[in-house]
């Protein structure tokens, strides 16, 4: 082996032990999926602008429940970027799946099997072959371990594939091995995460009338605006159970104040303005909490910035609070509370559009965020009627 060569695959093992480490640094705050972490894996080897590497990388993990395989082809593309394939699937006790489940590690070169590239097509699944994009002409497969088993095949090496190759293959089949049982740890403590914190909403809310469905409302709605402004499904997904947090304060305020049936007095509108603090404090400084810390702290500040704690203004107010506070008013509005009657879906639009003594929708409301609820409106109607507490 060239000393070049032995210096690429020093600098790819060490890609990649790199990446492992800067995940496991993360793992507290940090959330993925298992695909995102082939991502930066893979970018680590496959080849182009001037690095050695296969120009695709075929991933498959088996079904527990069937033993087929299922995976996708990934290739480089703009330097760094990844594209996958639509999923391609093997079943299990085709030929093809059995020499993948056999193969440690595998290195092949079509010369050295067959009088053809042609014929060397054969060794491989055809959605694989398909995928790949130009004819195969060679190949490394390994094993992947783990809690989810599977292959990993890497194709079409510039030149010959070779032993370093197939070293570097098998240091990727370890890491990706790796961050799939991470991946699954880290979704079991997700779970766990979800729950705490939708009980710790419940305890805040227990006081309060319908308040239970409340909070699964609020998480609802803000998901449906979430998704309709085109942002992250990452984001999506936090607000849609984070958003329950937003009265987590309340905690700290006497029932007294929560259940008056008439207005509140000065001293009494002071604290229950406290509650976005209160709910700061509560949630504290952890990084998995920041995004539920936001939506607490600035869930009742306005656009135009009359709102409270702080007065906000505009975009100073986190994204995620704009999002929540429009989600909070409208459920408020519709829900019978002690010192109020509930209103119907029409009568919260009007009040969307034009406003009341208590809501100016323009000035109160992200001009984006009050435009796709206009947009998705029939369904913030849906969510309520099919989570409405039965009088």
Known sequence: MSLELCEMSL?????????????LQEIC????????????????????EGRRGPKGIFIALRD????????????????????????????????YAINLAEADVVISNWNDSCESVEEYQGHFHP???????????????????????????ALNYPGQATEYDGDVLRGLAVVIGSLVTLSNEVKETEKAFIYTIEALARACEAAEEETGTHIVRVNRFAGALAANMGLSPDFVDMISYSAQMHDVGKIKVPVTIL??????????????????????????????LQFAREIAISHHENWDGSGYPYGLHGEEIPLAGRIVKLADVYDALRSKRSYKAPLSH?????????GDTRVAASGHFDPVVLSTFFNIEKIFASIYDSLITPR
Request: hydrophobic share 35%.
């Open 346 to 354: 029409a009568e919260v639009l009007d009040i969307f559009r034009n």
């Open 64 to 95: 527990e429940a069937t033993g087929d395989l299922h995976g996708r082809l990934f290739q480089l593309k703009k330097q760094q970027m990844i594209e996958r394939s639509e999923e391609i699937s093997i079943e299990a006790f085709s030929a």
């Open 259 to 288: 259940l008056k049936p008439g207005a509140l007095d000065v001293e009494e509108l002071r604290i229950i303005q406290m509650h976005p603090i209160y709910g700061e404090e509560i949630l504290g400084d952890s990084p998995r």
């Open 11 to 23: 600098k790819q093992t060490q890609d990649l032990l790199r990446l492992t480490d800067a995940t």
């Open 127 to 153: 959605d694989v072959a398909h995928f790949a994009g130009s004819p195969v002409t060679n190949f490394v497969c390994c094993r992947i371990s783990g809690e989810r088993p599977g292959s990993i095949i």
């Open 29 to 48: 705050c940090r959330r993925f999926t298992s695909e995102e972490l082939y991502a930066e894996a893979l970018s680590k080897v496959l080849g182009g």
